[in-house]
């Protein structure tokens, strides 16, 4: 565990991340540039054998540890699909709290709020009076605007446009480049396509591609 003063001359908070994927790599990426954390450590919940060997040179530490590690470590969730709901809720059952993390070179509004466990990546913006719900991905360059809400467990894929005064509902998988206009309204457990341009309200539990983008699947449930 971290006992020496960070660039910021505190000492940082330790980091345990959820999953040893390639985008577990990605956040510990951005925790290392965040001086306020450190990354000493992931968590596996799915193969017991992973835990025999390290991950970016730090220890695998098996779910059922977790309450020998939760006075001492915060935690972020490293997976990137909308169903790493039932990940959080099985470590926060276990006592886990989460961090919040905001890279250095995002903005955000001093009138915005961002609940626990979301992270803001790279040049991301915040605008003013948006909110973020609990463990929300906002990717590298993303923009959300003034008076919009995201639900919590969504992902916000990178270079996507959020305008002014839109709902996002909780789970939902918005793709990369996509743009959603002023005033939308987008479902639940929904999957906007990469690229695409919603220009309407879009329901609960359905994927929609395209420009204008147009529902082309009904009856999923994220991604």
């Known amino acids: 565990m971290p006992d020496r003063p960070g660039r910021n001359g505190k000492v940082p908070i330790p980091i345990l991340i959820l999953g040893n994927t390639s985008f577990s790599e990605e956040i510990a990426d951005l925790v290392s540039e965040t001086p306020e954390f450190c990354v000493v450590g992931f968590v596996e919940n799915l193969d017991r054998q992973r835990c025999e060997s390290e991950f970016l040179g730090k220890p695998i530490h098996w779910v059922d540890t977790i309450p020998e590690l939760v006075s001492s470590c915060r935690f972020l969730c490293g997976i990137g699909t909308t169903r790493r709901k039932s990940y959080i809720a099985q470590v926060t059952s276990l006592g886990a709290q989460f961090a919040t993390l905001i890279h250095p070179t995002s903005h955000r509004s001093a009138t915005s709020t961002i609940d626990a466990?979301?992270?803001?990546?790279?040049?991301?913006?915040?605008?003013?009076h948006a909110h973020v719900g609990e463990?929300?991905?906002?990717?590298?360059?993303?923009?959300?605007?003034?008076?919009?809400?995201?639900?919590?467990?969504?992902?916000?894929?990178?270079?996507?446009?959020?305008?002014?005064r839109c709902k996002i509902g909780e789970c939902s998988y918005i793709g990369i480049g996509a743009t959603i206009v002023d005033g939308i309204s987008i479902?639940?457990?929904?999957?906007?396509?990469?690229?695409?341009?919603?220009?309407?309200?879009?329901?609960?539990?359905?994927?929609?591609?395209?420009?204008?983008?147009?529902?082309?699947?009904?009856?999923?449930?994220?991604?």
């Open 187 to 223: 479902g639940s457990h929904t999957v906007i396509g990469a690229g695409s341009v919603v220009v309407a309200d879009v329901p609960d539990n359905v994927c929609v591609v395209g420009v204008p983008a147009r529902i082309v699947k009904t009856g999923i449930d994220g991604k």
């Open 135 to 164: 463990h929300v991905i906002i990717n590298r360059s993303v923009t959300v605007g003034h008076h919009t809400h995201i639900g919590s467990y969504t992902t916000i894929g990178p270079g996507v446009n959020l305008a002014g």
């Open 117 to 128: 466990g979301s992270i803001l990546s790279v040049n991301s913006v915040l605008a003013a």
